[in-house]
Nanobody, 115 residues
Framework: QVQLVESGGGLVQPGGSLRLSCAAS????????VGWYRQALGKEREMVAL???????TYADSVKGRFTISRDAAKKTVYLQMNSLEPEDTAVYFC?????????WGQGTQVTVSS
């Protein structure tokens, strides 16, 4: 059974930083792609950042230059470093993984950017 467990969310002031972690129950390289989505209240879930097995990376335009996705294969963990946070970044952030033809989601972690 594949599990993805997020951590690292919380309350931060505008301009601040947070790092989210997603611990997988199996090797990160077994996934075709892993990454992060977010869903703000009343809005649809949207892609934030994706990391492909071959090393390619995709970011949403709204986070380019502020967020960085990375992985630690030994720890089977994917990270999302979020800098220069804005109130518009407030959402539940979900870890995502595509393995063969199956999509897996974490339970989500709340990020709130507010003064």
């Amino acid at each position: 059974q594949v599990q993805l467990v997020e951590s690292g969310g919380g309350l931060v002031q505008p301009g601040g930083s947070l790092r989210l972690s997603c611990a997988a129950s199996r090797s990160i390289f077994s996934f075709y792609r892993v990454g992060w989505y977010r869903q703000a209240l009343g809005k649809e879930r949207e892609m934030v950042a994706l990391l492909y097995n071959g090393g390619g990376i995709t970011y949403a335009d709204s986070v380019k230059g502020r967020f960085t996705i990375s992985r630690d294969a030994a720890k089977k963990t994917v990270y999302l470093q979020m800098n220069s946070l804005e109130p518009e970044d407030t959402a539940v952030y979900f870890c995502y993984g595509l393995l063969s033809d199956s999509v897996y989601w974490g339970q989500g972690t709340q990020v709130t950017v507010s003064s």
